[in-house]
């Protein structure tokens, strides 16, 4: 059974915002080559999370874990993610998604964040 990660970042008009992003998904699939794994965009850029998800649909992936790289769970996170999930859960009966915490959200990934604004 294939396995599909969908990395969810909210989007901005100016295309060099999504570099960071663009490097994150490179260190995922280095660590995971075997998973598809896809970058979406909550609105203005492109894939949004109904292309990404269709795209590892349509590569077989029967599972699909949604990471939003958020800092913290406010509207975006907490309201319109779960509606869109649900909405792709309708459209792809067959596959299991599932919604992770924010990134921001992990005591591993503030530690890391913390240890950016620390080091000398």
């Keep these: 059974m294939a396995q599909g990660l969908i990395l ?8 060099r915002w999504g570099e960071p992003f663009e490097r994150l ?4 699939r280095s660590m995971r080559p075997e998973m598809e794994c896809r970058l979406a ?10 292309e990404a998800t ?4 349509a590569l077989g ?8 790289v958020f800092l ?3 509207g975006h996170v907490r309201r319109d993610l779960p509606q869109l999930v649900e909405e792709l859960r309708s459209k792809h009966p067959g596959v299991f998604i599932t919604q992770l915490p924010a990134a921001g959200e992990d005591p591993d990934v503030l ?4 240890r950016y604004c620390v080091r000398g």
Excluded: Q
């Design 8 to 15: 969810f970042a909210h989007g901005a008009r100016d295309p």
């Design 72 to 74: 913290g769970e406010g």
């Design 41 to 50: 965009y909550l609105e203005i850029m492109k894939p949004d999370l109904g």
């Design 111 to 114: 530690e890391a964040i913390a």
């Design 54 to 57: 269709g795209e590892l649909v």
């Design 61 to 68: 992936c029967a599972e699909i874990r949604l990471v939003p």
């Design 25 to 28: 998904l490179r260190c995922v």
